[in-house]
């Protein structure tokens, strides 16, 4: 069963920077494979896309977040990051990393990491 971790998340003063990471569980080989995502839900609204990294390394940005969040990934750790930049209060969330083989028809998910950003 592939396991995905994630870590970084906590409590900032809104302007300030957090990085998350997502390790994902088996070989390097297998990772490279993997279209990776983060996602975030707050309290009462449905979880939505932040940012997304293809196995090409082709990334794509929610509005809300481009010019702030970077994600990027280092096949060698098997790890995906998001830096998060200038951070509000309305980024306020659990963030959840995801992993995604289309053609294996593959769909993992990360246990969360809790972001609180105080205004």
């Known amino acids: 069963q592939v396991q995905l971790v994630e870590s970084g998340g906590g409590l900032v003063q809104a302007g300030g920077s957090l990085r998350l990471s997502c390790v994902v569980s088996?070989?390097?080989?297998?990772?490279?494979?993997?279209?990776m995502g983060w996602y975030r839900q707050a309290p009462g609204k449905q979880r939505e896309l932040v940012a997304r990294?293809?196995?090409?390394?082709?990334?794509t940005d929610a509005d809300g977040v481009k010019g702030r969040f970077t994600i990027s990934r280092d096949n060698a750790k098997n790890t995906v990051y998001l830096q998060m930049n200038s951070l509000k209060p309305e980024d306020t969330a659990v963030y959840y990393c995801?992993?995604?083989?289309?053609?294996?028809?593959?769909?993992?998910w990360g246990q969360g990491t809790q972001v609180t950003v105080s205004s």
């Open positions: 995801n992993a995604q083989q289309t053609a294996w028809g593959s769909d993992y």
């Open positions: 088996g070989s390097s080989s297998i990772f490279r494979t993997y279209d």
């Open positions: 990294i293809a196995r090409t390394g082709r990334t």
